[in-house]
């Protein structure tokens, strides 16, 4: 996916996901954002939400907490990776 389609904040978040150790600061509403922008966004029942990312489908369910916590950040991660997204610059670690 090519960097001209994410804004700067999009970015951030983006590097946020990938960073090593875990973020435990990444707003929900950020990675809505984001899923928004890179790909295709739809609400569904029960809290969640289906993105899909350059063919690649994920179902999210929603945080009660403004924040993301530590699975949810891998799932994304996962999936981004999955979907041939890769983080703005090199992540530290492994």
């Not at 001209?4 to 929900?28: C, D, K, Q, Y």
């Amino acid at each position: 996916m090519a960097s001209v389609h994410r804004a700067g904040t999009h970015e951030r978040t983006l590097g946020m996901l990938f960073e090593h150790p875990l973020s435990h600061n990444i707003e929900w509403r950020d990675v809505v954002q984001l899923l928004a922008a890179i790909g295709t966004t739809k609400e569904g029942g029960h809290d969640t939400l289906h993105a899909t990312v350059n063919g690649k489908t994920v179902i999210l369910h929603g945080t009660h907490h403004k924040t993301l916590g530590s699975e949810q950040v891998m799932q994304l991660r996962h999936f981004l990776r999955d979907a041939g997204v890769e983080p703005p610059q090199a992540a530290k670690g492994p």
